[in-house]
């Protein structure tokens, strides 16, 4: 059973930046794709930024030019950096992991259960 627990989140003031980190544990070979979501009250879930094990990395609109998505494979742990913080930004942050537990296991989805980052004066 794969384990994704994030960490990182907190207040920060507006123009502010934090760093978010998702720790991966289990039967884990491989992600093949791991990615940040967020979720505000009131509205769906959003895709913040993904990257897959060969280092390609996608942004959402909410992410592009603020945020940074990383991963380090041997501490299969995922970050993500964020730069330039709005009060819109505010929300759970979740972890989100393909994860292959053999070579030719098929990737089966998992999700962590998400840290607040909340962004106010």
């Known amino acids: 059973q794969v384990q994704l627990v994030e960490s990182g989140g907190g207040s920060v003031q507006p123009g502010g930046s934090l760093r978010v980190s998702c720790a991966a544990s289990?039967?884990?070979?491989?992600?093949?794709?791991m990615a940040w979501y967020r979720q505000a009250p009131g509205n769906q879930r959003e895709l913040v930024a993904s990257?897959?094990?060969?280092?390609?990395?996608t942004y959402g609109r909410v992410a592009k030019g603020r945020f940074t998505i990383s991963r380090d494979n041997a501490k299969k742990t995922l970050f993500l950096d964020m730069t330039s913080l709005k009060p819109e930004d505010t929300a759970v942050y979740l972890c989100?992991?393909?994860?292959?537990?053999?070579?030719?296991?098929?990737?089966?989805?998992?999700w962590g259960q998400g840290t607040q980052v909340t962004v106010s004066a």
């Open positions: 990257i897959t094990d060969t280092n390609i990395k």
């Open positions: 989100y992991g393909l994860v292959q537990e053999t070579a030719t296991s098929t990737p089966i989805p998992s």
């Open positions: 289990g039967n884990i070979f491989t992600f093949s794709k």
